[in-house]
């Protein structure tokens, strides 16, 4: 029996039932956008992460250029951004114009490391972007407390922080608004594309309403030069299933951590995940580091186990940022990181044989 990286169809299997009931509710009532779907999602998600407001979009890269565009942040603007991170991060910031301020990750954790953001600050820094990188929030109460000393807006990047928490809360209440993915991989994942802003700004969360919808309050008068990213009736429907779910999930995900991190210990060379002091994450992601990394993964996939690299190429030597004078030696931390990190299988649907499968094997890796 082969071991799957994730099992997105027992998601389905398993809340079928309600799913089904939640598709057939949205097609009968006939109607398809915004509407009392979208409100209650957004109701619910926000008492959830315990924001004020949810405003639903259409994907978690939107999520966060209108939070950007919500606090006019554009061209001229730098905003500190992590170094180590998915690229949609660093693509939000470019999108509206600004510029990305790379910021080295600490190492233990693998999140932007707050000792090295004020180093980084130019005269234009407008907002820094803190992501919780692998369900682990990032160090949010120090990054907080740089953003007030410097009048810098504080975004989260909560697109793999379902549920994960620190000293000040759930994750989408923590910085001054947060943008979320429910891409269907994520601990809440939708049955296509979606996303979401929480927020405890009043103003920024009227002004996404705005944007999100072609810049329009009332039909066919246009404020503002908005967009179309509107969070799918369908998928709000779905994601308040799995939303019901999504604690208990996070529990396996948390069993299927701890036994990693007890019976993994002894394996020589394997550097496992650290969460930061007081952080509790929502393992997204159990991302382990080696020296042998390709190896370890080929003895993995010859024993049938399905890995991922997140991620193999940082946004610095991308393609994407190609010809913006960043190369090769410039943030070592996150380069050394892209050619150690390895992800395990994880999720709510990985039975415990399987977990024992992946432990087995990596006991056996000589490489
Ligand atoms: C998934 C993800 C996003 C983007 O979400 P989409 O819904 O795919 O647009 C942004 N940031 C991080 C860290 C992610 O993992």
């Not at 510029?99 to 999140?111: D, W, Y």
């Not at 820094?128 to 810098?152: D, S």
């Amino acid at each position: 029996m082969n071991v799957p990286f994730l099992d997105l169809k027992a998601a389905y299997r398993e809340l079928r039932t309600e799913l089904n009931a939640a598709s057939r509710r949205v097609m009968e009532s006939g109607w398809y956008i915004l509407g009392e779907e979208i409100e209650a999602f957004e109701r619910e998600f926000a008492l959830y992460c315990g924001a004020k407001h949810c405003v639903g979009v259409g994907n978690g890269l939107d999520a966060l250029i209108l939070i950007l565009r919500g606090y006019g942040i554009g061209p001229g603007d730098d905003v500190v951004v992590p170094a180590n991170t998915y690229i949609a991060s660093w693509l939000a910031v470019s999108y509206v114009g600004a510029t990305p301020l790379p910021v080295e990750p600490n190492p233990e954790t693998s999140n932007i490391d707050p000792d090295k953001i004020e180093d980084a600050l130019t005269p234009r820094t407008k907002a820094i972007m803190a992501v919780h990188l692998y369900g682990q929030p990032a160090e949010m109460q120090k990054i907080v407390a740089i953003g007030r000393r410097h009048g810098l807006r504080v975004v989260e990047d909560a697109a793999q922080a379902h549920g994960a928490a620190s000293q000040g809360g759930r994750t989408g209440n923590l910085g001054d608004g947060a943008g979320f993915s429910f891409y269907p991989t994520k601990n809440l994942g939708a049955f296509g594309d979606a996303g979401a802003v929480a927020t405890n700004d009043d103003e920024l969360a009227d002004r996404i309403r705005v944007l999100r919808n072609y810049g329009s309050r009332a039909k066919y008068q246009n404020e503002v030069k908005g967009i179309n990213s509107r969070l799918d009736p369908l998928q709000a429907a779905f994601l308040r299933v799995k939303l019901k779910h999504l604690d208990e999930w996070n529990e396996r995900r948390q069993t299927i951590a701890r036994r990693y991190l007890e019976e993994l210990a002894d394996v020589p060379d394997l550097k496992l995940p650290r969460a930061a002091e007081g952080a509790e994450s929502c393992w997204h992601l159990f991302v382990v580091r080696h020296p042998r990394r390709d190896a370890l993964q080929q003895h993995l996939k010859e024993a049938g186990i399905a890995t991922l690299v997140h991620y193999p190429i940082p946004p610095h030597l991308s393609g994407a940022y190609a010809g913006s004078g960043w190369k090769l030696g410039d943030f070592p931390i996150t380069e050394d990181l892209a050619a150690t990190v390895l992800s395990l299988p994880i999720g709510p649907h990985l039975a415990a044989e399987a977990v024992m499968r992946i432990i087995g094997s990596l006991h056996e890796f000589n490489g």
